[in-house]
Nanobody
């Protein structure tokens, strides 16, 4: 299983970005896919998740309303649309896959595969 995150870049505050997490070697809808991020000097934190089978979505409380997660099973890709970006959103964004829906969505130990991150930089 390989995950490839892409779509990061430099954007001004208030702008938008769409991140992609492309999966290979899997049937995507059988996996929960979650975006995490890690800002400089901070611990990695959960951002958004979409669960397998039921398609339930989860968002970090502080991000609700600005970020939207979706999944295209045919393209084996999960998207994270980020709007109204703020400087605090600057971080490396990672996608991770779990073979079963996690009991605790932000528990990193429940994820089996990780992609290399993509840098998002929001300038104020």
């Amino acid at each position: 299983v390989q995950l490839q995150a892409s779509g990061g870049g430099l954007v001004q505050a208030g702008g938008s970005l769409r991140l992609s997490c492309a999966a290979s070697g899997v049937t995507l809808d059988r996996y929960a896919i979650t975006w995490f991020r890690q800002a400089p000097g901070k611990e990695r934190e959960g951002v958004s998740s979409i669960y397998a089978s039921n398609g339930n979505t989860y968002y970090a409380d502080a991000l609700k309303g600005r970020f939207t997660i979706s999944r295209d099973n045919l393209k084996k890709t999960v998207y994270l649309i980020m709007t109204a970006l703020e400087s605090q959103d600057t971080a490396v964004y990672y996608c991770a896959a779990a073979r079963r829906n996690p009991r605790l969505v932000w528990n990193e130990y429940e994820y089996h595969y990780w992609g290399r991150g993509t840098q998002v930089t929001v300038s104020s």
